[in-house]
C-alpha cells in the first residue's frame, strides 16, 4: 500500500481556521444549577450509586446540561468531586 496520497486525505479532514466559530468554554459545574448539585451530593451521601441518580433525576424531569447522554456519568462525577473538596 502506498502512502503517496496521504497528504491529501488528511488535508481534507482539518477545518478552516478561519471559518471556525467562537464558542466560548462553559464549566460543566456551572450548567447544573445549586439545588440539583445539592440533591445529587445528598443522594451521594446516602449511597446511591451514579446510574440510580441519573435514572432518578431524568424520571424527575431535571433538565439536565447539554450533554449527548442526559444526566450521564461526567455530570455527576463532576458535582461530586466538587462538594468532596469543598468538605475537606
Not at 502512502?3 to 468554554?25: F, H, T, W
Not at 445528598?42 to 439536565?64: C, D, F, H, K, N
Not at 446540561?65 to 475537606?88: C, F, H, Q
Amino acid at each position: 500500500m502506498r502512502l503517496s496520497n496521504a497528504k491529501q486525505i488528511g488535508s481534507v479532514c482539518k477545518r478552516d481556521q478561519r471559518k471556525r466559530e467562537y464558542r466560548p468554554m462553559v464549566k460543566l459545574i456551572d450548567q447544573i444549577p445549586e439545588s440539583t448539585q445539592e440533591m445529587i451530593w445528598l443522594w451521594y451521601q446516602e449511597g446511591m450509586t451514579r446510574r440510580q441518580m441519573s435514572a432518578t433525576l431524568i424520571e424527575l424531569g431535571v433538565p439536565g446540561p447539554p450533554m449527548t447522554v442526559p444526566w450521564g456519568d461526567n455530570a455527576i462525577r463532576v458535582v461530586i468531586e466538587k462538594y468532596k473538596n469543598a468538605s475537606l
